[in-house]
């Protein structure tokens, strides 16, 4: 390998795109997601806290706190986001629930 597919691409792309860019090293991008759970997809976030604070085995007032420690401004988004998804492991795996998306033929 050794670059040799890059090169093969960097020579391709030099007469469509500005050296500059041909020559800038790689970097990542970020993902607006604490706009998202404020915004768009704040009832989603709080509806799937509110389940995962309903199960038996959760601290629902720690599950209350981290709300209430990010609508605040002092709880990361990403302890947010994590919750989250750990319900919808739950959900997925636990309860057995298929997503909207891959419902099973009836």
Known sequence: ???????????VAKNHIHPSCIEMKKKGFGLPA???????????SVESMNKL????????????????????????YTQIWSLVSMEKWFELFIDNKVPLHQESPG
Do not use: Q, T
């Not at 390998?1 to 020579?11: M, P, S, T």
């Not at 604490?34 to 989603?44: L, Q, R, S, T």
């Not at 601290?59 to 709880?75: E, L, P």
């Open 1 to 11: 390998h050794n670059g040799v597919g890059k090169l093969i691409l960097k020579d």
């Open 34 to 44: 604490e706009n998202w759970i404020k915004g768009p997809v704040k009832e989603f």
């Open 53 to 76: 604070a309903s199960r038996n085995f959760i601290n629902r007032n720690y599950i209350n706190s981290m709300i209430k420690g990010f609508h605040k401004g002092y709880i990361p």
